[in-house]
């Protein structure tokens, strides 16, 4: 099976830049998406495709894709951004989630 | 607008089966590239992809449950039901199906989520 890897958690200070790496085997050869996840809500697309944010996503929220790591990059981070976030890829047209990053904005 | 929601039962003992229903509105699942997903996640755990069903009838499962899971889809009545076979407590959390986009190969992506029914598997 195909894994996605991320670090338990992230700790940003306001106004800097959080930076969320997700790694797999060949990571750069698949489409990710990131999803943000508030305590006790549902997860919202903020990344598809690598780097493209849908309508009504801050433009401080970025993403890159290269070799085995994707990464989504928080910038000028609010304490609002504070959440868990996912990264996605689909592997033989099946889904597959990473392990999860909790954000903490102190 | 698009809207999804999930029902189903909250309590199901170990060994049953759980089904579950994604009823939908704002899109239908006739045109091209539009799929439902559902996706679980345990208390405290992180999220976990279970199946797809596109528009022409695909169907794609997670393959460490894929003996156990079906997806299929009422096209007329918007909904999309998932079913779980012989269940065990691990299964417990709670149940997100989402519309899911597809521009192309590997251009899928998930970009509307309900809010999800929680399932507590006990004997």
């Known amino acids: 099976s195909y894994d996605l890897t991320q670090p338990p958690s992230v700790s940003v200070s306001p106004g800097q830049t959080a930076s969320i790496p997700c790694s797999g085997d060949?990571?750069?050869?698949?489409?990710v998406c990131w999803y943000q996840q508030k305590a006790g809500q549902s997860p919202v697309l903020v990344i598809y495709?690598?780097?493209k944010r849908p309508s009504g996503i801050p433009e401080r929220f970025s993403g890159s894709n290269s070799g085995d790591t994707a990464t989504l990059i928080i910038s000028e981070t609010q304490a609002l951004d504070e959440a868990d976030y996912y990264c996605?890829?689909?592997?033989?047209?099946?889904?597959?989630f990473g392990t999860g990053t909790k954000v903490t904005v102190l | 607008q698009i809207t999804l929601r999930e029902s189903g039962p909250p309590l199901v003992n170990p060994t049953q089966t759980l089904t579950l229903t994604c009823s939908f509105s704002?899109?239908?699942?006739?045109?091209?590239?539009?799929?439902v997903a559902w996706i679980r996640q345990p208390p405290g755990k992180a999220l976990e992809w279970l199946a797809v069903?596109?528009?022409?009838?695909?169907?794609r499962y997670n393959p460490s449950l894929r003996n156990r899971l079906t997806i299929t889809k009422d096209t007329p009545k918007n909904q999309v039901v998932l079913t779980m076979i012989d269940v065990d407590p691990v299964d417990t959390g709670t149940y997100f199906c989402?519309?899911?986009?597809?521009w192309g190969v590997g251009m899928i992506y998930m970009d509307v989520w309900g809010k999800g029914t929680t399932v507590t598997v006990f004997s």
């Open positions: 060949e990571l750069e050869k698949k489409y």
């Open positions: 989402a519309h899911t986009a597809v």
């Open positions: 069903i596109y528009w022409d009838d695909d169907k």
């Open positions: 704002g899109f239908s699942l006739r045109p091209s590239g539009v799929g």
């Open positions: 996605q890829a689909w592997d033989s047209s099946t889904g597959v």
């Open positions: 495709q690598d780097k």
